[in-house]
């Protein structure tokens, strides 16, 4: 069974940056693109960052040239660089293949707020 665990995640004043870790255990990572998601309250989960088997990279307009995904395979894990942070990117992000499979982590708070 896949199992996803994100952290990095935290309270960041705007302009301020974090980066973000997912560790998938259960299956062959290095074979599936994988994505970072995010779920701002009373909104739909969107894609905010897309890296495939390759490593080639596709992001969301409101985070191009903010956002960096990368990964790394012998860890089994992918990760989100966010600099240049803004109050509207506060949300909790999730990462999950893409397409994204039914089964979803906890996720990691980002909060970005003065």
């Known amino acids: 069974q896949v199992q996803l665990a994100e952290s990095g995640g935290g309270l960041v004043q705007p302009g301020g940056s974090l980066r973000l870790s997912c560790v998938v255990s259960g299956n062959i990572f290095s074979i599936y693109a994988m994505g970072w998601y995010r779920q701002a309250p009373g909104k739909q989960r969107e894609l905010v960052a897309r890296i495939s088997s390759g490593g080639s990279t596709i992001y969301a307009d409101s985070v191009k040239g903010r956002f960096t995904i990368s990964r790394d395979n012998a860890k089994n894990t992918v990760y989100l660089q966010m600099n240049s942070l803004k109050p509207e990117d506060t949300a909790v992000y999730y990462c999950?293949?893409?397409?994204?499979?039914?089964?979803w982590g906890q996720g990691t708070q980002v909060t970005v707020s003065s």
């Open positions: 999950n293949r893409n397409p994204p499979r039914p089964s």
